[in-house]
T-cell receptor, first 114, second 112 residues
């Protein structure tokens, strides 16, 4: 089984709708991240959490919120989706006590906002 | 904050040729520089990393070099194979204390 899973893998929604993207990990890592990938723009950090009680904004947090329900679960919400939030979203985990700061990425969620 | 520039954005080579991808960073406090490979339909995966106390690191056909004075680092792939075709991202951070800042990626295409 995959160490980092994301659900759903694909989602189509309409402008104004609230949606949630979920991430679960079995790696036992404390640190979790949400990124957005757009063509030509690379990976941009939306939010990150260094432990269950810690939530931090990343480079592009406007329009997004997150919830860290447990060490293994980190959800990303779009309160009112807009078309320019159409992108590929990745969750990642890392463990600073392990082999450096390697980040382990999930398979991604492809989101289309109409 | 940190800014990472990556070049080229696309790179086409023939199988067996070498490929070089270059990155520059802005924050002199950065000391950890990983490279990730993203295959089609998958999430990025770490392929090699280097820390600031090392100038070069090799792992079979891939190598990374770091010039801290000039604040740039490079990925070198020798004897390229079609399965090397992917998007490659460089990144930088202050290890243990900050998040990764990624470059915009390089799409490498290796033609048979």
């Amino acid at each position: 089984d995959a160490d980092v899973t994301q659900t759903p893998r694909n989602r189509i929604t309409k402008t104004g709708k609230r949606i949630m993207l979920e991430c679960s990990q079995t790696k036992g890592h404390d640190r979790m991240y949400w990124y957005r990938q757009d063509p030509g723009l690379g990976l941009r950090l939306i939010y990150y959490s260094f432990d269950v009680k810690d939530i931090n904004k990343g480079e592009i947090s406007d329009g997004y919120s997150v919830s860290r329900q447990a060490q293994a679960k980190f959800s990303l919400s779009l309160e009112s989706a807009i078309p320019n939030q159409t992108a590929l979203y990745f969750c990642a985990t890392s463990d600073p006590g392990g082999a450096g700061e390697t980040q382990y990425f999930g398979p991604g969620t492809r989101l289309l906002v109409l | 904050g940190e800014n990472v520039e990556q070049h080229p954005s696309t790179l086409s080579v023939q199988e067996g040729d070498s490929a070089v991808i270059k990155c520059t960073y802005s924050d002199s406090a950065s000391n950890y520089f990983p490279w990730y490979k993203q295959e089609l339909g998958k999430g990025p995966q770490l392929i090699i990393d280097i820390r600031s106390n090392v100038g070069e690191k090799k792992d079979q056909r891939i190598a990374v070099t770091l010039n801290k004075t000039a604040k740039h680092f490079s990925l070198h792939i020798t004897e390229t194979q079609p399965e090397d075709s992917a998007v490659y991202f460089c990144a930088a951070s202050t290890q243990g204390y900050s998040t990764l800042t990624f470059g915009k990626g390089t799409m490498l295409l290796v033609s048979p």
